[in-house]
């Protein structure tokens, strides 16, 4: 089998979860098999300007020049995998989009914002079309490596499309509501293996809420827990502002 | 077997008991989890083990069918090559209450028709499980009267009430003489203690009554009329569809079938994991079709799984009133609640009592 061509590319974000990919320890032997990198700017110096067969996103699209970069991309990629909650959701950029954009530009640039044109956050679905995503901040390695042998065999990666409350039961957690912590797991789509909640901490939402989240519902539980209701919309647009444009039809 | 069907075990000899005991297989038992919870662990010393508990976080189930458990292991090298996997060694549960040893006798049942599981049945066939007995009720939210859990019925080795200074163990099978013969903590028990015995029983009857107002027998019957009720739609305004609910299950054995390539891209496993009908995509089918689209139809469909459905395939309730579902409901969903309602929404039948 001919390595498909593969590059790693980042938009705005932290680069975390390709640190993942350069963390990975052993595995990274066996991916390395698997690919022919030309390009991941975070572990390589040498860049690569042809066709692709595999394109991996890390970052959200939030300036005029992304929007071009991703569209040029987009053309020259067989298979793009949207990489990271800032690719898959828009990620914590989100959060941009609940500011005017003209107070967002002078809160960061001040005088020099005008050399600074941006634009709304979008996650990269929502600016070109996307075949595979590895929801998570950062990505959880088992789902990008199952992500990765789905793209190379050519068939559909699903992600759970049911709350991250699954895993952790199955893991055997203590619900974190029954120590009267809020956390985001009934909303969120699984797949992470409730990697935090196994490691002590709380879900963010990290990975995007599920196709249809129960809002009432939620809302009934919080108020059950006398969680304020704004504490809990700005828990969840940390991560997933983004969803709004999705709601308004792409 | 022997003849002496009944032994004593006093509690100053428990700790020695449990350390032998874990030296003979791998021995799991109530231990506490988070600050509210417990969970079935390993364990090695009585120390460990927390005693008295509310029922665990996931019940003993995960012991004869493990949250994710792989069925073979395929090698697309070798002319699509595909091999069973070898399943774990033997075990001892102890401190199983009577709601999970129910939970057990009923997915042994599910397990056993065939095609058999016989996953399933290998582990089982490994597992020597000694009972414990709930002198009170656990909290609020059991309902083991009602599906008559909350007094012994058979399903363990060994079943062990707490008298006192002492425990009474009953011996119920071979594996459990076992027990008795290679630990040897053990003495017969004399008449008197049979009579606590039965004194704790003849307490506990009048302790653990009916927690709905209804007459089981006629549960199917409700359910029979009750599919339409509003209920349901009631149901349908709180569920968040998180799941927690059918996970914690002792008798939910649904479960989905995925492939897992290695990243040689030729070899891989099987493996199954649970699965919850709780969830959207449970119901749907190629082509997006989606049986039970709605909150409602799911929950429905997870109550008739209890009361209806199995009781006119097995002539049993799948309910075994531990109360884990109710306790882990995000949207304070109570079973009994549930049922109380289907009785008053039932209007004038049998049921009411």
């Known amino acids: 089998m001919k390595r498909p061509k593969t590059a790693f590319f980042d938009f ?14 052993d595995t990274l032997l066996e991916v390395m098999g698997l690919i022919d990198l030309v390009e991941f700017r975070e572990v390589m110096s040498e860049k690569w300007d042809g066709d692709l067969d595999i394109a991996v996103i890390e970052g959200s699209i939030t300036d005029l020049h992304a929007t071009e970069r991703i569209k040029a991309i987009r053309k020259r990629s067989k298979v793009l995998i949207a990489y990271g909650s800032c690719a898959t959701i828009g ?27 941006t634009e709304q956050t979008r996650a990269i679905h929502q600016v070109v079309p ?4 590895v929801n998570g901040c950062p990505v959880y390695i088992p789902e990008f490596l199952s992500v990765l042998t789905a793209a190379l065999q050519g068939i559909p990666y699903a992600v759970p499309d049911y709350a991250v409350c699954i895993e952790c039961r199955m893991n055997e957690n203590e619900c974190l509501y029954d120590r009267g912590i809020t956390c985001l797991g009934p909303v969120t789509r699984a797949g992470c293996n409730s990697w935090c909640v196994n490691n002590g901490n709380l879900c963010y939402g990290c990975r995007g809420m599920v196709s249809s989240p129960y809002v009432k519902g939620m809302k009934q539980v919080l108020e059950k827990h006398h969680v304020p209701i704004d504490f809990v919309v700005n828990k969840m647009d940390m991560y997933n502002k983004c969803r709004e444009l999705d709601r308004n039809g792409r | 077997m022997h003849d002496i069907q009944y032994y004593l075990l006093k509690k100053r000899a428990f700790s020695g008991f449990i350390s032998r005991l874990a030296k003979v297989q791998p021995l799991a038992a109530p231990v506490r989890r988070g600050e509210k919870n417990y969970a079935f662990e390993l364990v090695t010393s009585a120390n460990e083990i927390s005693l008295p508990y509310i029922p665990t976080i996931l019940p003993p189930k995960k012991y004869f069918f493990p949250q994710r458990e792989v069925l073979l292991e395929f090698d697309t090298r070798r002319g699509l090559h595909a091999g069973p996997v070898g399943v774990a060694g033997p075990m001892t549960i102890f401190g199983v209450h009577t709601c999970d040893l129910a939970g057990i006798q009923c997915l042994n049942m599910v397990f056993s028709v065939r095609p058999r599981d016989h996953n399933y049945l290998i582990r089982k066939r490994k597992i020597t499980i000694i009972g414990l007995e709930c002198n009170d009720y656990c909290d609020e939210h059991a309902n083991c009267a009602l599906v008559n859990a909350s007094l012994p019925s058979g399903g363990y080795d060994l079943f062990f009430t707490d008298l006192g200074d002492y425990f009474i163990v009953h011996v119920n099978t071979q594996a459990g003489d076992d027990i008795i013969d290679a630990v040897k903590q053990f003495q017969p028990a004399k008449e008197a203690n049979l009579q606590d015995l039965a004194a704790l029983r003849e307490r506990k009857r009048v302790v653990f009554r009916n927690e709905v107002a209804l007459d089981q027998r006629f549960l199917p019957a409700l359910f029979d009329i009750s599919f339409d009720g509003p209920v349901w739609k009631d149901l349908d305004e709180r569920c968040l569809a998180c799941g927690n609910c059918t996970q914690v299950c002792p008798t939910c054995y649904c479960f989905d079938i995925r492939d897992e390539l290695n990243l040689d891209m030729a070899t891989g496993v099987r493996y199954r994991v649970w699965d919850s009908c709780q969830t959207e995509p449970f119901a749907k089918v190629a082509g997006g079709e989606n049986f039970r689209k709605s909150r409602l139809a799911r929950q429905r469909h997870r109550y008739y799984r209890k009361f209806s459905y199995p009781f006119a395939k097995f002539f049993r309730f799948f309910c075994t009133g531990c109360g884990r579902c109710s306790r882990a409901c995000m949207a304070g969903i109570k079973l009994k609640e549930t049922l109380t309602s289907l009785i008053s929404q039932g209007g004038e039948g049998p049921w009411k009592r």
């Open chain 1, 12 to 25: 705005a974000c932290c680069e975390g979860c390709q640190l993942q990919v350069a963390n990975m320890g």
């Open chain 1, 130 to 133: 996307v075949e595979y995503a």
């Open chain 1, 91 to 117: 990620g914590v950029n989100g959060m941009k989009n609940s500011f005017d954009l003209d107070e967002v530009g002078d809160c960061v640039y001040g005088e020099g914002r005008w050399f600074f044109p």
